[in-house]
């Protein structure tokens, strides 16, 4: 992979407490060895100390983030040979760009102790969340253009064309109680006088 295209962690190798001491006489004089992807790193030595504490940064160049792992070993220095205290292995995914993240690694292959270190993936991983914003320029409030107040236009007042008024037609007046029959004229019916016969 080019080393363009490569991200970069830092790693900050902060302290250790409470160390499995493995010595007869004394106490263990130990040192953290860091390994990623074919890179091999060191701090110095803290003699005598099983609560070391070391503040040492370290650089390490990323090709997939997801795949990479460190391997923390600490180890005690000796004449004869040195010796494993313990170790930790470390995905170096899921990190936030540009975000120091602390961990306190529980030493496996021990009996006790534990390791602090800090990562920071310098130009990879996760957007930060909670990133403040560049700051904008004021926006100004929009006043509408001052024109002068024209009221509406009012119509002239038409009242409504109105209908000559027509009175109902009037019937006759007959005042009650006053009967008048109609005119009859009496014509008996004509009669002949026929004797009868004999």
Do not use: C
């Not at 060191?42 to 997801?66: A, C």
């Not at 004449?79 to 936030?96: A, E, H, K, N």
């Not at 030493?107 to 990133?131: F, H, R, S, W």
């Not at 006043?143 to 009012?154: C, D, E, T």
């Amino acid at each position: 992979i080019n080393a363009e295209y490569m991200g970069k962690l830092k790693v900050v190798i902060l302290r250790a407490t409470n160390l499995e001491d493995k010595e007869m006489f004394g106490k263990s004089d130990p040192y953290v060895t860091l390994f990623l992807e074919g890179k091999h790193y060191k701090t110095t030595t803290k003699d005598g100390n099983l609560n070391p504490e070391w503040n040492e940064e370290f650089l390490f160049q990323i090709g997939d983030e997801n795949s990479s792992q460190l391997l923390l070993e600490i180890r005690d220095s000796e004449i004869l040979g040195d010796r494993t205290l313990g170790r930790y292995g470390l995905s170096v995914s899921g990190l936030q760009r540009g975000v120091p993240t602390k961990q306190e690694l529980i030493i496996q292959n021990a009996k006790t102790g534990i390791l602090e270190v800090e990562l920071t993936a310098l130009d990879y991983g996760l957007e930060p969340t909670g990133v403040t914003p560049p700051p904008q320029a004021p926006v100004q409030p929009m006043q509408p253009p001052q024109q002068p107040f024209q009221p509406p236009a009012q119509q002239p007042f038409q009242p409504p064309p109105q209908q000559p008024f027509q009175p109902p037609p009037q019937q006759p007046f007959h005042p009650p109680g006053q009967f008048q029959p109609p005119p009859q004229q009496f014509q008996p019916p004509p009669q002949q006088f026929q004797p009868p016969p004999q």
